[in-house]
């Protein structure tokens, strides 16, 4: 057996020795985002540092927890923070908590970013709900021999997001008047934030919004047949003709506003899922 995946199921197995789990939905939960955990029934939480093999989250507005429990009736396993390639992982780690929730039992993935729009339409605060995505990372984690078990040497990407979750979601939040958005979401490694070249580039290859993860994430989980949703929170404007500086602590600032309007929008998605 490969060893990744070894370590994988190594992990998967010491979490359900704790927890006698079994997750149908799990969810990322991006920079400043961690507030929909108030609204589970915590059955379990464990900080990565005690899951063995799991990696650590070292950036400020990434909590570094795992939570077990309900919401909107299903059960759940939710990332309080995420990992990032910038952070020096190699794409095996980013992707590896993701193949560890495919064998803890998950059917679906969500995944929420926060990301600097592009898109002259779009307004700090806005939503955007991914239908598509560009890679910009200067890899891929399915990279290597490929792991038979989880999945095809060359999957298919043609439809990463999932569309009736995507109509779902837009449903759900022209429901309650939220300005949401939906569009393309460009990868990039970060830290750095983008130049006002780069963010005219990427805008011009097609892409509404950028940000520093949930790619890789992505691309293992269609590999595994799983089917994702994702939504961005804008949290800053890049390209515009009017130029305006970006740090994390006011990325995070208005990840904070808007996250109670993602927090209903992934709510009632479950909720439509479970029906």
Same mark, same amino acid.
């Given at each position: 057996?490969?060893?990744?995946?070894?370590?994988?199921?190594?992990?998967?197995?010491?979490?359900?020795?704790?927890?006698?789990?079994?997750?149908?939905? =799990?969810?990322?939960?991006?920079?400043?985002?961690?507030?929909?955990?108030n609204e589970i029934n915590i059955e379990h939480s464990l900080d990565y540092a005690q899951i063995e093999g799991f990696p650590v989250s070292t950036v400020e507005g990434h909590q570094g927890r795992l939570i077990f429990g309900t919401l909107s009736g299903s059960k759940v396993v939710v990332m309080q923070g995420r990992f990032h390639f910038y952070e020096g992982y190699g794409m095996d780690k980013v992707a590896f908590p993701i193949r560890v929730m495919k064998?803890?039992?998950?059917?679906?993935?969500?995944?929420?970013?926060?990301?600097?729009?592009?898109?002259?339409?779009?307004?700090?605060?806005?939503?955007?709900?991914?239908?598509?995505?560009?890679?910009?990372?200067?890899?891929?984690?399915?990279?290597?021999?490929?792991?038979? @078990?989880? =999945?095809?040497?060359?999957?298919?990407?043609?439809?990463?997001?999932?569309?009736?979750?995507?109509?779902?979601?837009?449903?759900?939040?022209?429901?309650?008047?939220?300005?949401?958005?939906?569009?393309?979401?460009?990868?990039?490694? =970060?830290?750095?934030?983008?130049?006002?070249?780069?963010?005219?580039?990427?805008?011009?290859?097609?892409?509404?919004?950028?940000?520093?993860?949930?790619?890789? @994430?992505?691309?293992?989980?269609?590999?595994? =047949?799983?089917?994702?949703?994702?939504?961005?929170?804008?949290?800053?404007?890049?390209?515009?003709?009017?130029?305006?500086?970006?740090?994390?602590?006011?990325?995070?600032?208005?990840?904070?506003?808007?996250?109670?309007?993602?927090?209903?929008?992934?709510?009632?998605?479950?909720?439509?899922?479970?029906?």
């Open positions: 057996m490969d060893t990744r995946l070894t370590e994988v199921k190594k992990t998967a197995a010491y979490i359900q020795a704790i927890t006698s789990f079994q997750p149908d939905i =799990g969810i990322v939960l991006g920079s400043g985002l961690g507030g929909l955990v064998f803890l039992g998950i059917k679906r993935l969500l995944l929420s970013n926060a990301s600097g729009g592009m898109n002259p339409k779009f307004k700090v605060g806005d939503l955007m709900i991914i239908d598509d995505h560009i890679n910009l990372f200067p890899t891929n984690p399915l990279i290597g021999k490929n792991i038979d @078990e989880l =999945g095809p040497r060359f999957p298919d990407m043609s439809c990463p997001y999932d569309p009736s979750m995507i109509t779902m979601a837009k449903s759900i939040a022209d429901s309650h008047q939220f300005p949401t958005h939906i569009g393309v979401y460009a990868g990039l490694t =970060g830290p750095c934030f983008e130049t006002r070249a780069e963010y005219r580039y990427i805008r011009s290859i097609g892409a509404d919004a950028v940000g520093m993860s949930t790619v890789p @994430e992505v691309i293992v989980a269609r590999h595994m =047949g799983i089917p994702c949703f994702g939504i961005s929170i804008i949290t800053d404007l890049g390209g515009m003709d009017d130029v305006q500086t970006v740090s994390h602590e006011e990325v995070l600032k208005v990840a904070k506003e808007s996250e109670k309007k993602m927090t209903v929008i992934i709510k009632e998605l479950i909720q439509s899922i479970a029906l």
